[in-house]
């Protein structure tokens, strides 16, 4: 599995329950 594949697969479940609010979306991916 590529390294991108597998960070967007971590970040999966995140994409999913954020993906109706695009601001929370980029909250999530600044975090830690």
Do not use: H, N, W, Y
């Not at 960070?7 to 975090?31: C, H, M, N, W, Y």
């Amino acid at each position: 599995m590529a390294f991108r594949e597998i960070k967007t697969f971590q970040r999966g479940p995140v994409v999913v329950l954020r993906s109706g609010d695009p601001d929370l979306l980029r909250q999530e991916i600044r975090a830690p």
